[in-house]
């Protein structure tokens, strides 16, 4: 199985990082693509990508780090993906985040676009964070629904008719923990769509799925995930694999 979103060069995995790498493994996990945050993370990162050759980094402005000084820091990200184009599997977390602060929300949408556009240059893969804003996100994918746009709507939780406009922009949709959640509704939504649509993702060390919500997420526990999926669709959990596995293959093409 291949996690397609998980921060595992965070702080919260400094005590146990080669234990929990191990655990991942042994759970059936081949790959790790990272999505970069901040300025601040990308040496942690890339770090880690050296070490660990299946862990795959990303680079991107997360939207919960544009701030006073986002036009600073867009530009650091820029460059670092222009300068070394080959490192990245994909531009990303990119998006639009409302949950926290709505101060800078002229800032985020202007620094998603010009972070698509990277990705249009370089030919990568956007991974797109979204949280409250859909609306907001969906205005500025819409321009670029007739381009070369590609890649993953990351930590999926909205509506079918949601779903749907996401996979119209030639997008998969992230899905992790949020899908085991008792009443959390997206597996309701999930089993309207096709496991076509999907990539497995963990979002560790957050949003970690049953049993262990509340707690530390880590990449083996994408097989919760996969396993959920394999309920909802009746289908066996090799099939969830091999269907994920193909459809993370074609987004991260340059590596997987």
């Not at 702080?11 to 693509?33: H, N, P, V, W, Y």
């Not at 066996?236 to 590596?255: D, G, H, Y």
């Amino acid at each position: 199985m291949i996690d397609t979103h998980a921060h595992i060069y965070s702080k919260k995995f400094e005590d146990d990082r080669d234990a929990m790498l191990s655990r991942a493994k042994e759970a059936g996990i081949t790959q790790i693509c990272m999505p970069n945050i901040d300025v601040d993370t990308i040496s942690a990162m890339n770090a880690l990508a050296e070490q660990y050759p299946w862990c795959y980094p990303m680079m991107g402005l997360h939207p919960s780090h544009v701030k006073e000084d986002w036009k600073e820091r867009l530009t650091l990200i820029l460059q670092e993906l222009n300068n070394h184009p080959n490192r990245y599997v994909g531009v990303g977390e990119i998006g639009i985040d409302l949950y926290w602060d709505k101060t800078f929300l002229e800032g985020q949408k202007t620094a998603f676009a010009r972070q698509i556009e990277a990705s249009l240059t370089h030919g990568l893969p956007v991974v797109i964070h979204c949280r409250e804003a859909f609306d907001e996100v969906f205005e500025v994918l819409e321009p670029y629904r007739n381009t070369s746009l590609y890649g993953i709507f990351h930590c999926f939780t909205g509506s079918v008719d949601q779903a749907r406009h996401a996979l119209s922009l030639n997008l998969k949709l992230g899905i992790g923990g949020v899908v085991t959640f008792k009443n959390g509704g997206l597996d309701n939504v999930v089993a309207q769509l096709s496991l076509d649509d999907l990539v497995l993702e963990t979002d560790a060390p957050y949003l970690a799925p049953a049993p262990y919500r509340g707690k530390r997420n880590e990449p083996a526990y994408t097989k919760l995930v996969a396993e959920k999926l394999a309920l909802l669709f009746d289908v066996s959990l090799e099939e969830v694999e091999r269907i994920t596995n193909e459809n993370a293959r074609n987004i991260f093409k340059a590596v997987l």
